[in-house]
T-cell receptor, first 115, second 110 residues
């Protein structure tokens, strides 16, 4: 199994450009999420999904859109990139929402720079 | 909303010294998980604690969950250079609402 796969690993964007970070998991997990990691800020939840067709906002959703058309895929869209969105982005998945304490599996991260 | 704080933010230790990081939640947690992130890597699950007052050990690592289920700690005995990284706690306060702590970055000096 590949686990959680994110692409691209590195990306440089100009302010105002849009892009999509791709995320796919092959573990048949219902729960998927996107985090951003900034120095000293830990991991902050952007959006999450508890199953195909269901998404919800996390702690820092502004400037980002998500969709969940399949169980496997959970892309994150930056609508109009801003320098404040320079960060490391992690996609994550977890089995079976509703069962407390499920391990979260992370992708390897996407380093995004907005200039 | 739920907040999870970790202290210290940074810790430098000589190899062989002990290390402890503390995690405090603003709300009662149903469980707490600990993750380790190596420099340049992604967070990797270490352990989960569920019961009030629970203590678990993994070799040189000891994890505790507070009686009130609002705090937790990770203690590493006799640190090694392989322990270098950032340690995060993650608390679940409700239905899949997982909040990560701010992390403690550990540097081990050989």
């Amino acid at each position: 199994n590949a686990g959680v796969t994110q692409t691209p690993k590195f990306q440089v964007l100009k302010t105002g450009q849009s892009m999509t970070l791709q995320c796919a998991q092959d573990m048949n997990h219902e729960y998927m999420s996107w985090y951003r990691q900034d120095p000293g800020m830990g991991l902050r939840l952007i959006h999450y999904s508890v199953g195909a067709g269901i998404t919800d906002q996390g702690e820092v959703p502004n400037g980002y859109n998500v969709s969940r058309s399949t169980t496997e895929d959970f892309p994150l869209r930056l609508l109009s990139a801003a320098p404040s969105q320079t960060s490391v982005y992690f996609c994550a998945s977890s089995p079976d929402p509703g069962n407390s304490g499920n391990t979260i599996y992370f992708g390897e991260g996407s380093w995004l720079t907005v200039v | 909303g739920q907040q999870v704080m970790q202290i210290p933010q940074y810790q430098h230790v000589q190899e062989g010294e002990d290390f402890t990081t503390y995690c405090n939640s603003s709300t009662t947690l149903s469980n707490i998980q600990w993750y380790k992130q190596r420099p340049g890597g992604h967070p990797v699950f270490l352990i989960q604690l569920v019961k009030s007052g629970e203590v678990k050990k993994q070799k040189r690592l000891t994890f505790q969950f507070g009686e009130a289920k609002k705090n937790s700690s990770l203690h590493i005995t006799a640190t090694q250079t392989t322990d270098v990284g950032t340690y995060f706690c993650a608390g679940e306060g409700g239905y899949q609402k997982v909040t990560f702590g701010t992390g403690t970055k550990l540097q081990v000096i050989p």
